[in-house]
């Protein structure tokens, strides 16, 4: 496979939720990759560790990835913290666009990986975009699988850029949480973005709405349920996310309208528990 085959185009994979808010979340990775700009190449899981995984679509037979990265003047794995996505991050066009906007190189590893007790429901607040973005919460019996970066230094500034102030980055410890490698290895810990807005609440159920769905049908349910979200947004998803991008006191009211309507759980941290049950075998 050439590297003109792996282009995020090609593959389908260069939609940007930003630029196209009724996308969200975007499009994940579901195999072991290296983003390198506008280009997507596949990981050979080996043990050892990420940084001795093997890069496939190159012009060398299989180069470690370490190597890899240090040919592109980039730090190694060691060198890197590994971050858990639960929304667009685990996008690669939505990752690249991020990145690029702020001139920051785009080589970053993105591995799907298996856990347990973290749910993805809604943060409580209209984002920049106009789409109402995933956070996570402690969901004892939740079991799946999230992409995980691994970002550099430069790279964790420009993504905490674009999380702050509605999201801010904590640690959890891979044991409490399960976190398993494709290879069978554990990863020893990792961090997340966790909204400081809290959770959208369902009202049937009062615990979190269920996130990873469609946006579009989010937010004309969410018009549906409010007549005052309705006048200040509607009358659809298309029309909200066309005004709240471009206004930030409409995106500001509209969050204010989610506490008054009485949608939001104030869940802002995620908990280690003994509770969680056994790790992914």
Do not use: C
């Not at 799907?112 to 809604?122: A, D, E, F, N, T």
């Not at 904590?170 to 807005?197: C, F, I, K, N």
Request: aromatic share 4%; glycine share 12%; net charge neutral.
């Amino acid at each position: 496979m050439t590297a003109q085959d792996r282009g995020l185009a090609a593959l389908g994979l260069d939609g940007v939720p930003a630029l196209q808010p009724l996308t969200y979340p975007g499009l994940p990775v579901t195999v072991p990759s290296l983003l390198t700009g506008a280009e997507l190449l596949p990981l050979r899981a080996r043990r050892g560790g990420l940084g001795a995984w093997s890069l496939d679509g190159s012009h060398r037979p299989h180069p470690v990835l370490d190597d890899v990265l240090d040919g592109l003047g980039q730090p190694p794995v060691a060198g890197r913290l590994p971050v858990i996505a639960v929304g667009s991050n685990a996008s690669p066009g939505q990752l690249a666009h991020k990145l690029a906007r702020l001139g920051v190189p785009g080589a970053v590893p993105m591995v799907p990986v298996r856990l347990r007790g973290i749910g993805v429901g809604h943060s409580a607040h209209i984002g920049r975009a106009g789409y109402v973005a995933a956070a996570p919460y402690t969901a004892p019996e939740a079991r799946g699988t999230l992409v995980v970066s691994w970002l550099d230094p430069a790279q964790l500034s420009a993504v905490d850029a674009t999380e702050l102030p509605n999201y801010r980055r904590v640690a959890l410890p891979g044991a409490a949480y399960g976190m398993v490698l494709p290879t069978g290895e554990r990863l020893d810990a990792a961090q997340v973005y966790v909204s400081v807005r809290g959770l959208l609440a369902d009202p049937a159920t009062g615990l979190p709405r269920p996130g990873g769905g469609d946006q579009a049908v989010l937010l004309d349910r969410l018009l549906d349920a409010s007549p005052r979200l309705r006048e200040l947004l509607g009358p659809d998803a298309a029309t909200w996310v066309r005004r709240a991008a471009v206004d930030p006191e409409l995106r500001a009211r509209g969050t204010l309208l989610f506490a008054e309507e009485g949608w939001v759980l104030p869940w802002t941290e995620l908990h280690a528990s003994a509770d969680l049950g056994p790790a992914p075998g």
